[in-house]
Nanobody
Framework: QVQLVESGGGVVHAGGSLRLSCAAS????????MGWFRQGPGKEREFVAA??????YSDSVKGRFTVSRDWAARNTMYLQMTSLKPEDTAVYYC????????????????????WGLGTQVTVSS
């Protein structure tokens, strides 16, 4: 049974920072693409960042967010978020998919087979 569990969400003032974690279990994730998505109030779920053998970012977070994986801890992915803005307020989801990513498909929700339940991030102005 594959499980993805997010943690690290919370409330922060604009300009602040948070680090999200995603702990994966149930199989080896060494050869799998892992990504972060978010869904703000009244909005559709959107791509944030992904990590395979390289990293991918949406234009809205590029330069502010950093995605990484902890190879030593295995199956753990992080999202370091800095210079947070109120528009970053959303539920953040961890996802994993067994596909070879490229810039054209890495942001597609249906490429990812496994999803976590999400963690809330609220940025106050």
């Amino acid at each position: 049974q594959v499980q993805l569990v997010e943690s690290g969400g919370g409330v922060v003032h604009a300009g602040g920072s948070l680090r999200l974690s995603c702990a994966a279990s149930g199989r080896s994730f060494m050869d799998i693409t892992m990504g972060w998505f978010r869904q703000g109030p009244g909005k559709e779920r959107e791509f944030v960042a992904a990590f395979s053998w390289t990293t991918y970012y949406s234009d809205s977070v590029k330069g502010r967010f950093t995605v990484s994986r902890d190879w030593a801890a295995r199956n753990t992915m992080y999202l370091q978020m800095t210079s947070l803005k109120p528009e970053d307020t959303a539920v953040y989801y961890c996802a994993a998919g067994s596909f070879v990513p490229n810039t054209r498909i890495v942001g597609r929700l249906n490429e990812y087979e496994y999803w976590g339940l999400g963690t809330q991030v609220t940025v106050s102005s």
